[in-house]
């Protein structure tokens, strides 16, 4: 399959400035296709940044970073209309969050107000600038990175709308012995970040996307997202639980995953593999149950406590 070639090509590409980020690649390579926000978070110095940068200097289109701080006005990231005093007249001036990949770094840096400046687009992918409405170009995704709120001072809590409107959120851990080992022998020499080959065009992109259409989902399989969606609105450690458009992402992430195992349509263990990813920044948990335990542990005993349907494919 043609996608698995490009996966394999963008997992090597970021490989030579980036080590260990398998997973995390294969996870925004399923957003792409679905044109899924992503939420990265980590400890400063886990390569946040480095890894979104090097994703977007894989694919075409165009890129733009926004460094969130508290003094960051709405306007900065969705633009202005200003007065041309050569024309006499307005003009408009989108702001960075007109392009095809945002870099919105450090997110939780931003002031509640300016944060809501992104609902709109995030989920409408279009922006209102002083009452004039801007469509976003295909593809459109907002990657954010955050550094842990609990361990930082001068952050603000992303609004569960928000979180609720990114595809999936990746834990950038830190790097194993060997991995770590690994980025010293490359950082021995000067990395050249400009080395990045484009592996996607963003016509390839859209061709790709209409695989997404041959994958099949069994109407059992149907009802195993759906008890896994509703178990959490059920759960005595969980004060909110996922909302249908949770439900929704979840399938389709399991159908990105099923096409990079190389499958048609979509089994059980597709769905287990992307849950933790999909649902876990979308639940918020009781304060009972965040004193003993995580939102991923508690989605991992969802999906052990509800029995998985056997597999089927397109024609069974």
């Known amino acids: 399959m043609a ?6 090509q963008l997992k090597q590409e970021i490989g030579k400035v980036m080590v260990g ?8 390579a399923i957003s792409l296709l ?7 978070e980590s400890v400063p110095g886990t390569g946040k940044t480095l890894l979104t940068k090097s994703f977007a200097s894989a694919i075409g289109g165009r890129f733009s970073r ?9 306007s900065d990231v969705t633009g202005i209309q200003f007065f041309n005093p050569k024309i006499h007249e307005f003009e408009l001036r989108p702001g960075p969050i ?16 300016t944060q809501s400046s992104l609902l709109e687009v995030m989920e409408e992918r279009q922006v209102t600038i002083d009452g004039i409405t801007v469509p976003m170009e295909e593809p459109f995704i907002v990657i954010a ?18 979180m609720d409107r990114f595809f999936i959120k990746i834990n950038v851990g830190y790097p194993d012995y060997e991995d770590e080992k690994r980025i010293l022998r490359i950082h021995r020499r000067e990395v050249k970040r400009n080395t990045i080959a484009q592996v996607f065009s963003l016509t390839e992109i859209d061709q790709l996307k209409k695989a997404i259409n041959e994958i099949y989902i069994s109407d059992d ?9 509703r178990k959490t609105r059920e759960h005595n450690s969980i004060e909110l639980g996922v909302s249908p458009r949770g439900t929704l992402a979840l399938m389709k992430a399991a159908q990105g995953k099923a096409i990079l195992n190389d499958r048609t349509y979509v089994t059980p263990d597709d ?12 639940i918020i948990l009781s304060m009972e149950g965040s004193l003993t335990k995580t939102s991923e542990s508690i989605i991992g005993e969802i999906l052990v406590s509800i029995p998985a349907p056997a597999e089927k494919g397109a024609n069974e």
């Not at 980020?21 to 925004?28: G, R």
């Not at 679905?34 to 990265?40: A, K, M, Q, R, S």
């Not at 926004?66 to 709405?74: A, G, K, N, S, Y």
């Open 3 to 8: 996608l698995l070639e490009k996966i394999s």
């Open 21 to 28: 980020k398998e997973i995390e690649v294969e996870l925004m």
């Open 34 to 40: 679905f044109n899924g926000h992503i939420l990265l």
């Open 66 to 74: 926004i460094q969130f701080t508290p003094d960051v006005l709405p």
């Open 98 to 113: 007109c392009a095809n990949i945002v870099l919105a770094d450090e997110i939780n840096r931003a002031t509640p107000r």
């Open 145 to 162: 990175t955050q550094n842990p709120v609990e361990s930082q001072q001068g952050t603000f809590s992303l609004p569960v709308a928000q």
């Open 221 to 229: 399989l149907e009802d195993y997202i759906l008890s896994i969606a």
């Open 271 to 282: 769905v287990k593999a992307v849950a933790p990813y999909v649902l876990g920044h979308r």
